[in-house]
């Protein structure tokens, strides 16, 4: 059986963030997960989920009473909102320099 290097690859990458103790979690991109599992993989709270598809930030589909979301909207919000956070940790480091505060 012939393994394609880009499947080895990321076996690779995967033992090697399980050797460092670091959690693994393998989920289909067509995957609907819930508000909880949402907040989880963002680090926020489920409230916080909830306002931002509220605010139609966050594509949504109902289930009878309970929200599913979809895998890939996630993670597009969450790259939207790991480049907000860069670009503004940029914007604070040069205007830190700027004023000479030494970092």
């Known amino acids: 059986m012939e393994i394609p290097s880009s499947a080895l ?5 995967l033992l090697t963030r ?3 103790g670091r959690a693994v979690t393998i989920i289909p991109h067509n995957a609907e ?7 989880d993989l963002l680090n926020v709270s489920r409230p ?3 306002k931002l ?7 949504c589909r109902k289930v009878g009473r309970h929200r ?11 790259k939207s909102m790991d480049d ?3 670009k503004a940790l940029d914007d ?11 970092y």
């Open 53 to 59: 598809i509220d605010q139609g930030k966050l594509e």
């Open 18 to 20: 399980m050797a460092e």
């Open 9 to 13: 690859r990321m076996l690779l990458d």
């Open 84 to 86: 907000s956070r860069t």
């Open 33 to 39: 997960l819930t508000t909880q599992q949402a907040a």
């Open 92 to 102: 604070l480091t040069r205007v830190s320099q700027d004023l000479g505060a030494g």
């Open 48 to 50: 916080f989920v909830i």
């Open 68 to 78: 599913r979301i979809r895998f890939d909207d996630l993670m597009a919000l969450k």
